[in-house]
T-cell receptor
Framework: AQTVTQSQPEMSVQEAETVTLSCTYD???????LFWYKQPPSRQMILVIR??????QNATENRFSVNFQKAAKSFSLKISDSQLGDTAMYFC?????????????FGKGTKLSVIP | KAGVTQTPRYLIKTRGQQVTLSCSPI?????VSWYQQTPGQGLQFLFE???????NKGNFPGRFSGRQFSNSRSEMNVSTLELGDSALYLC?????????????FGEGSRLTVL
């Protein structure tokens, strides 16, 4: 079974600053996806960024980037130039590849507040 | 393209009753999965359906069940409701065979059990 741990229940950042959210995971699988999902106060969860475990290059999506350390089983999210709209719960999630089923294992989440 | 639609958005039930929640996936998506979100337990996987077949089930009692119809719409049912079933129930859909792993979530159904 996989576990995902987010050690920061809450964080805050000043607008335009950079913040890093931490995530560690435990698995015996070698092929998997890692995700960061964002859940704003309106509750609809949306994908922020995705990383395939077989890719060494860290994924980036505009202001969002990850630091993927496979050996250390670490997957942190960096948000640059933070905006008020980034205020949300952020969930780190794991999905086993090739299992024939799309099941996400989530961390407990980090509540991020962007302060004007 | 319409997103994932869940109904009802809010509902209140009493202990012992049963409830049915509905989910319409994004057009063309054949995989539908359900998650329970609570403050204490976080997000937990309930089950996943593909082409009307349950492919995977989480660690929930048999009171939680689901099904998928030929048009990929899905329903989940909780019988003999308990106070601890109060939660936000999220539905997510995914496309196949485009295997990006990305799930698209609905806004959820907020169930309160009194």
């Amino acid at each position: 079974a996989q576990t995902v741990t987010q050690s920061q229940p809450e964080m805050s950042v000043q607008e335009a600053e950079t913040v890093t959210l931490s995530c560690t995971y435990d698995t015996s699988e070698s092929n998997y996806y890692l995700f960061w999902y964002k859940q704003p106060p309106s509750r609809q969860m949306i994908l922020v960024i995705r990383q395939e475990a077989y890719k060494q290059q860290n994924a980036t999506e505009n202001r969002f980037s990850v630091n993927f350390q496979k050996a250390a089983k670490s997957f942190s999210l960096k948000i640059s130039d933070s905006q008020l709209g980034d205020t949300a719960m952020y969930f780190c999630a794991f999905m086993k590849l090739g299992a024939g089923s799309y099941q996400l294992t989530f961390g407990k989440g980090t509540k991020l507040s962007v302060i004007p | 393209k319409a997103g994932v639609t869940q109904t009802p958005r809010y509902l209140i039930k009493t202990r012992g009753q049963q409830v049915t929640l509905s989910c319409s996936p994004i057009s063309g998506h054949r995989s539908v999965s359900w998650y329970q979100q609570t403050p204490g337990q976080g997000l937990q996987f309930l089950f996943e359906y593909f082409s009307e077949t349950q492919r995977n089930k989480g660690n929930f009692p048999g009171r939680f069940s689901g099904r998928q119809f030929s048009n990929s719409r899905s329903e989940m049912n909780v019988s003999t409701l308990e106070l601890g079933d109060s939660a936000l129930y999220l539905c997510a859909s995914s496309s196949q065979p485009k295997d990006t792993g990305e799930l698209f979530f609905g806004e959820g159904s907020r169930l309160t059990v009194l």
